[in-house]
């Protein structure tokens, strides 16, 4: 099956998340997207270029950015400072929670946990365990009112520097729409609309393959929303997810961080490779910060059964190897997708019961052949069982025990061309 951070990110796409993609592409308004400038990490950007230049959210997905939005202002900007919630605040937490906690994504978290725990996770249950990871407050290091939440979806201040802040819509909001956020607060002298200025790409080689995620240095000019007063924070470098809505994001820290669930800390999201980074508080309870760090394209199995979805423990990598795919075929794509085997090794390789999976989870059982040395053997996917996105993602070559014994990945950009092989 899928990654469990896959599945996540698959069933958020499908409700309130949004497509990620590049601004010279076309997007589609009826399910939303995002748009990251193509200038990114180029000679030509400058600190005025907008690293989300363009974003549509339908009406229906609205509600989930709408209330996430009236907490963004709730919080004490520097980290030392205690926080002091009023009943107005306490609400607002309670209906977000309430609206997110059975989204699709974040069911499909629940499941995971209940299956990996052994245990029933009731709705009371499930909501508890959101408000106790990110929204309970915790003491570290001196600061007493310290939140998930907090850190990894609104920022923080220590001394001149940003802690946290890796949710896309905030990013967004903060770099030209931060009105949206102060909900109609007054008494900010010198406030902005645009409060981010770009300080260069922090891409590594390969993420400009995939839209789903930024790598940045960024100075952020910082309202303390309970001083009235204005600071200019820097972060040298800081990563976020791009698409996946604030629901997305929580089910999968969720994941991450839950101690009886044991979720594998590197995902594989629309064929790129991330450590899903983690730091909980001291007494492990809550949820201190989550974030990606991108690896590159998903690079084949080792045998080292390392990788989420890799290879089992003991599982050798195989001489047979996926070394193509027509990924967009001219014309429909059903009884057209392609894949392509190569035997790189020396002797006959006997295929029965191998099987070709996707993305999604969804698997193709090969013929019964053998294969001989330096030969190739194509499949045609008919389309009933695994078939390739457009948009990305990773394929897995099973053997007749069940594992992964090769991947490949490709990205959104190379699947763009109708007709075109893609080679690995």
Known sequence: MAGIYQEIWNADQSQNGIDAIWDNEQGNEKSGFVMV???????????????????????????????????????????PRPELETPQERQ????????????APMQVARDYIARQTGTTVSNKRWYNT???????RFSSGGDPGLSGFEHVVVGEQEKGNIQGYHFWWKYYLDDGYADMIDNGITGFEGLTDDRITYH??????????????????????????????????????????????VEGLIAMG???????????????????????????????????????IFQGPADNVDGGGREEGGTRPG?????????????????????????????????????????LRDKNGKSHQLEAIVIGPGNFHQIVLPGRSAQLSNKGGNIELLDDQGDVVHQVSYSKIQARNQGVTILF
């Open 37 to 79: 400038n193509s200038k990114l990490g180029s000679d030509t950007a400058t600190p005025a270029l907008r690293v989300l230049s363009s974003v549509h959210i339908p009406e229906h997905k609205k509600t989930t950015y709408d209330l996430v939005t009236k907490l963004f202002n709730n919080y004490s900007l520097p980290e």
């Open 92 to 103: 607002e937490v309670h209906n977000f929670v309430s609206a997110i906690v059975e989204t």
């Open 130 to 136: 959101i408000i106790e990871m990110w929204f309970r």
């Open 200 to 245: 260069g790409s922090k891409n590594k080689v390969g993420q400009m393959s995939f839209p789903e995620s930024v790598t940045i240095s960024y100075k952020w000019t910082a309202p303390d929303y309970e001083t009235k007063e204005i600071r200019s924070l820097f972060k040298k470098i800081g990563g976020f997810f791009v698409g996946c809505s």
């Open 254 to 292: 969720t994941v991450r961080a839950h101690l009886g669930a044991k979720a594998p800390h590197v995902a594989i999201i629309e064929g790129a490779r991330y450590d899903m980074k983690l730091y909980r508080s001291p007494n492990n309870q809550h949820i201190r910060t989550f974030y990606p």
């Open 315 to 355: 599982a050798m990598a195989s001489q047979l190897r996926i070394v193509a795919a027509m990924v967009n075929p001219a014309g429909a794509d059903i009884g057209s997708e392609r894949i392509t085997l190569a035997n790189v090794g020396a002797v006959d390789m006997p295929v029965k019961n191998w099987q």
